[in-house]
């Protein structure tokens, strides 16, 4: 998965930056990213079972233990070391068919929302890099950035490059966007449902926590930010759009 530069640069770009696992379907897609490489032979096999196994606690625990998430990702990046990036990619392709059909019933009319009131729609997301970006093509998105693991000669060598979902990681590429020419942080949006997503909402205008997890939700008490469900997200983010869209 190398890293490429994805920051714009249309003059007052607008952006709509989304989580995907969790915001746009439930579940974690890097779960079964991981089953799928598992069950092919691409990756090594006990590091990629020992990565499921932090993921199920991560996704068990209310408040997940410190330190969980880094372990995750080390743990992942060691479970692709030798992998190549066709079997990568062939995983990824497999795990976004298979997830595809559980995305939120909204999800089409927000998109077309976002769309229409001029927003560049990009996935940012902690689930590994190539099924958000399956997730963008498929979904007609400007594009889709997880985590990143370095490739040489084709293969992975067991290093990441970026994780957006660890501490730092998110705002750093919303940092990216705002140092392009004409990013419009104003009338950009963000949605997101967990804690990290909070790193960016303070970066854009109007911030949206959907189905927040619990450190989320005390996060957003007190600041400007819309807490909504899969029954008001739509309703909201239409006045927000309008709004946008005016400006």
Same mark, same amino acid.
């Given at each position: 998965?190398?890293a490429k530069n994805r920051c714009g640069r249309d003059p007052a770009a607008k952006y709509a930056i989304l989580?995907?696992?969790?915001?746009?379907?439930?579940?974690?897609?890097?779960?079964?990213?991981?089953?799928?490489?598992?069950?092919?032979?691409?990756?090594?096999?006990?590091?990629?079972?020992?990565?499921?196994?932090?993921?199920?606690?991560?996704?068990?625990?209310?408040?997940?233990?410190?330190?969980?998430?880094?372990?995750?990702?080390?743990?992942?990046?060691?479970?692709?070391?030798?992998?190549?990036?066709?079997?990568?990619?062939?995983?990824?392709?497999?795990?976004?068919?298979?997830?595809?059909?559980?995305?939120?019933?909204?999800?089409?009319?927000?998109?077309?929302?976002?769309?229409?009131?001029?927003?560049?729609?990009?996935?940012?997301?902690?689930?590994?890099?190539?099924?958000?970006?399956? &997730?963008?093509?498929?979904?007609?998105?400007?594009?889709?950035?997880?985590?990143?693991?370095?490739?040489?000669?084709?293969?992975?060598?067991?290093?990441?490059?970026?994780?957006?979902?660890?501490?730092?990681?998110?705002?750093?590429?919303?940092?990216?966007?705002?140092?392009?020419?004409?990013?419009? &942080?104003?009338?950009?949006?963000?949605?997101?449902?967990? &804690?990290?997503?909070?790193e960016i909402f303070a970066s854009v205008g109007k911030a949206v926590a959907f189905e927040p997890d619990a450190?989320?939700?005390?996060?957003?008490?007190?600041?400007?930010?819309?807490?909504?469900?899969?029954?008001?997200?739509?309703?909201?983010?239409?006045?927000?759009?309008?709004?946008?869209?005016?400006?």
């Open positions: 998965m190398a989580d995907l696992a969790g915001t746009l379907l439930p579940g974690h897609t890097s779960r079964h990213y991981l089953q799928a490489l598992v069950d092919d032979g691409s990756c090594d096999r006990r590091a990629g079972l020992s990565c499921l196994e932090a993921i199920g606690q991560f996704a068990a625990a209310e408040k997940a233990p410190p330190g969980l998430l880094d372990e995750i990702y080390r743990r992942y990046a060691l479970a692709m070391k030798g992998a190549t990036v066709a079997q990568a990619r062939f995983a990824a392709e497999k795990t976004w068919r298979a997830n595809r059909g559980k995305l939120f019933s909204f999800v089409p009319e927000l998109l077309s929302l976002l769309r229409a009131s001029g927003h560049r729609i990009h996935l940012l997301s902690g689930d590994p890099d190539f099924p958000v970006q399956e &997730a963008a093509i498929d979904l007609g998105l400007s594009g889709g950035h997880g985590t990143v693991a370095e490739v040489a000669d084709g293969r992975f060598t067991g290093r990441l490059l970026s994780a957006p979902g660890a501490a730092g990681g998110k705002l750093a590429f919303v940092r990216c966007l705002a140092e392009a020419a004409g990013f419009d &942080a104003e009338n950009s949006l963000a949605i997101g449902n967990s &804690a990290s997503d909070a450190e989320l939700r005390r996060l957003a008490a007190g600041r400007p930010w819309h807490v909504v469900d899969r029954r008001t997200i739509l309703r909201v983010c239409a006045r927000l759009t309008a709004r946008a869209a005016a400006a």
